[in-house]
């Protein structure tokens, strides 16, 4: 059965309104819906990329739950946004540079989807805790708060957060890496000469 699904305006909104006032931000998520726009054929059926990289694998065969591939979709584009503030970008680019300088006596073994979890497992760890508020980054990206108070992610917002940093870690997800430095570089270049 072939299954077709239309991203929408919907899929490329961050869950949490970090962006604001952050062109950068704002910028990578116009490259982002641009790119996650795109189709990608996946067992018998056409998804946005937005989709393949924000469902498990396992589960990217299946007609998914509207809300749950909204939701994961929403993820992803958070995590896209989150690229363009300081301590994002500078993940983003530890990330690509160690995907795209790969040590030649690693090539054997080297799985650029394993560096870029292990990468995403550290930044989101208790232990590096980034901005000294304690806890994870995952939840204080998505902003699920409850009285004042960041709530735990869900399941499905880990799985989609992996998914999508192991897919960073994919030649496709090196292109997108490329392609928000480049616009970053770009848009840093206009504001000096402006």
Known sequence: MRISIEPTEEFFKPLSDFVKDRPRCNLFLEVWKEYGSQYYNFQDGYYPIVLHVALPEDKAGETPHQENYLHSARVVSTLVAWFGTNNGFCFMEKLRETLTKKPQSLIPFYSGRAVALGLWAYENSLIRSSGGHGGRLLPRLIGNTVDGQIQDSTQLEVDTAENFMGWLGSDDGIEL????????????????FA
């Open 177 to 192: 890496l490329a392609l928000l430095k480049k616009a970053s570089d770009n848009y840093f270049k206009e504001r000096k």
